[in-house]
């Protein structure tokens, strides 16, 4: 016996459970057809393990759920949104807050204030929701993340980095006073789930100042992009998840959270910033979309719950632990063989679905024809991260066609077990053992925005 490796568990316990239902595979083919080959359509009772998102599906706490009940609902003036605001400030320094209902709620918000008609908004990466808000207000997206971004075989630690050299470029071409903010997030979804290192923050943090341009920050993730910093970048190893996350944020102006993700609440986020003037014109706009600035689009026992949730997030334990089963399942499928984005990200495992099914072309859509083939099998819901979420360009109406054509198998936080990670894994074996029976697909019906929600499809013969 190899005395020198230890296992490592969850460190909580299991209070309540949810039976899950079974299906079989007749039932399961008739019921992604009705959905039209979209996951997302899918009703749950048919899903046996949901791995959708991780977005407000997670499993909060005692404590947290004991804060439920300490809800202060008056309309104005709620106790609970000072607590939320005081602990936003102490865990992520930001001077102001205002909720919204969700992540999506703070980017219009954002996006309404600071960009003008005819902008250029940088960032690493898109991500759905954010470029379609940048673009709504009249912005222009531009991606500058650095290259090995789009290579699912690239193991760069910290593939979430800005490339400055095309900052600098984007200047040369339309001027600094046309872009807005730098838009940068923290664990990049759309990438896999990588993290951008204190390092590059602080070079893009130096960029900004120089040019006289806002630093916003997606952070959603952050506390997974921490742990990635800890491991992974010098001088860190010995720092807290809380010390990191705090000098990661104070890098840079104003935050959108979504805090269905790392702050472990079902619903809920915010906007927040250091500046008085931006946060005045938040309050305004806030009233007007979400609710007052005392409550935005929340309840107060949910603002109580996040407070909660965000001290338990930047606890090293849970982080480990989070990020553990992630590489868990990463690290069965490498295992096997399986064609997945690298390194392994803080969220979810990608899957390269060009590589996986090279028999289908990209505009056949093969990610969201696997996706709904691992439906099939055993009744696991994953979710396409290629050309259909990348959806058209809005001049030209032409599909986005990016280099990543992915699967994402997302891990809700504090839900699944090993066991659960088992069975998906081999799920995928026994799909990949058939890939070459699985035919692309064509719309059926396509939304105008956000086409991924609500798109139906169909098999093509070709």
Sequence with gaps: M?????????????????????????????????????????????????????????????????????????????????RMRDTVEAYYSYKYTVPTHQGRGAENILSQI?????????????????????????????????????????FHPFKGNVDLAKLDALVAEVGAEKIPYVCIATCVNMAGGQPISMANLRALRAWCDKHGVRLVHDMTRVAENAYFIQCREDGYADKSIREIIHELCSLTDAATMSSKKDALVNIGGFLAMNDADFYEKACNLVVVYEGLHTYGGMAGRDMEALAVGITESVQDDHIKARVGQVEYLGNKLKAMDVPIVNPIGGHAIFLDARAILPHIPQDRFPAQALAAALYVDAGVRVMERGAVSAGRNKDTGENFMPKLELVRLTLPRRVYTQAHMDVVAESIGRVMMKAGEIRGLTFTYEPEYLRFFRAKFAPVED
């Excluded at 080959?37 to 759920?65: H, P």
């Excluded at 673009?135 to 075989?153: C, K, R, S």
Aim: aromatic share 10%.
């Design 114 to 154: 600071l960009i003008s008609d005819g902008d250029y908004v940088p960032g690493n990466m898109y991500f759905t929701t954010t470029r379609l808000h940048q673009e709504l207000a009249g912005a222009n997206f531009v991606d500058v993340i650095i290259d090995e971004a789009h290579d699912p075989a690239s």
């Design 2 to 82: 190899n005395t020198s490796v230890r296992s490592w568990a969850e460190p909580y316990k299991i209070k309540m459970v949810e039976p899950l239902k079974m299906t079989s595979e007749a039932e399961r083919r008739a019921a992604i057809a009705e959905a039209g080959y979209n996951t997302f359509l899918l009703k749950s009772e048919d899903v046996y393990i949901d791995l959708l998102t991780d977005s407000g599906c997670g499993a909060m706490s005692d404590r947290q759920w004991a804060g439920m009940l300490l809800g202060d609902e008056a309309y104005a003036g709620s106790a609970n949104f000072y």
